[in-house]
């Protein structure tokens, strides 16, 4: 359609005209070939090494926000269960829709992410503490929190929890088993997410825990290799009086 009105319009003389449908024309091609090209990646679990570049490439032509938060959800749903961390960019998008409910993979993909950076502007800071404030209201423990900026991890009282973590196929019966007091203790890990499963312990400077997990199939149980989980070091922080050097 695009090639017949060009022909008309430049037959008719009106090169304006022309130029402006010829422009639309090419505009429209780029959209819909970013529009397959996401689409295909999304349908079909394919990774393309450019696919940030075709996003960036359809969400400048006003992209639909149905799509957007699809393409959003992969990236952080792999960066969340497999940590394969998205480009840096991808915050910049998020971050515009700030004032719109995102799903749980973008919230804590985003937050994820915003534990990475060194410094945080006003505005990702506002939303860290957003998404922050709901995933622990809702008893949801990871273990990047403890690179979250400091000021949070005051605000919150994370200064002393420390997170076993464990990733593997969702809705399963995953177990850890640690000593205390001499004794060897069982429970079963939270899921907070799909395939991420959690166990909080408040540990104290330098202290350490092991354990191991326990994955329960119908057909028989898989152990896990023992695994040290060690108090991060904060005490350099100048702001830790001496009762949370404890």
């Known amino acids: 359609g695009t090639a017949y009105v060009?022909?008309?319009?430049?037959?008719?003389?009106?090169?304006?005209?022309?130029?402006?449908?010829?422009?639309q024309g090419i505009i429209t091609v780029v959209v819909i070939t970013c529009l397959m090209a996401l689409a295909f990646m999304l349908f079909s679990d394919?990774?393309?090494?450019?696919?940030?570049?075709?996003f960036e490439e359809y969400f400048a032509y006003h992209p639909a926000p149905e799509l957007v938060e699809a393409f959003l959800s992969v990236e952080c749903h792999k960066y969340i269960s497999l940590d394969k961390k998205p480009s840096d960019r991808l915050l910049a998008y998020p971050l515009n829709f700030r004032d719109q409910k995102l799903n749980d993979a973008c919230m804590i993909g985003i937050l994820k992410l915003?534990?990475?950076?060194?410094?945080?502007?006003?505005?990702?800071?506002?939303?860290?503490?957003?998404?922050?404030?709901?995933?622990?209201?809702?008893?949801r423990n990871f273990a990047f929190y403890?690179?979250?900026?400091?000021?949070?991890?005051?605000?919150?009282?994370?200064?002393?929890?420390?997170?076993?973590?464990?990733?593997?196929?969702?809705?399963?019966n995953v177990y850890i088993h640690y000593g205390e007091n001499g004794q060897m203790v069982e429970e079963e890990?939270?899921?907070?997410?799909?395939?991420?499963?959690?166990?909080?312990?408040?540990?104290f400077f330098g202290e350490e825990k092991e354990y191991f997990v326990s994955v329960r199939e119908d057909d028989g149980e898989i152990n896990e290799p023992p695994v040290k989980l060690r108090c991060r070091d904060i005490i350099d922080r100048p702001s830790l009086n001496k009762y949370e050097k404890l």
Do not use: W
Request: charged share 35%.
């Open 46 to 54: 394919t990774e393309l090494e450019n696919r940030m570049e075709i």
């Open 189 to 203: 890990m939270t899921e907070v997410y799909p395939g991420v499963y959690t166990k909080t312990f408040v540990l």
């Open 6 to 23: 060009y022909s008309r319009c430049i037959g008719e003389f009106k090169k304006d005209e022309a130029d402006r449908v010829f422009g």
């Open 114 to 139: 915003l534990s990475q950076k060194e410094e945080l502007s006003e505005i990702e800071l506002e939303t860290a503490e957003k998404i922050l404030a709901a995933q622990v209201n809702l008893g």
């Open 146 to 172: 403890k690179d979250l900026d400091y000021s949070l991890i005051q605000r919150y009282h994370l200064y002393d929890k420390t997170v076993a973590e464990y990733r593997g196929r969702m809705r399963r």
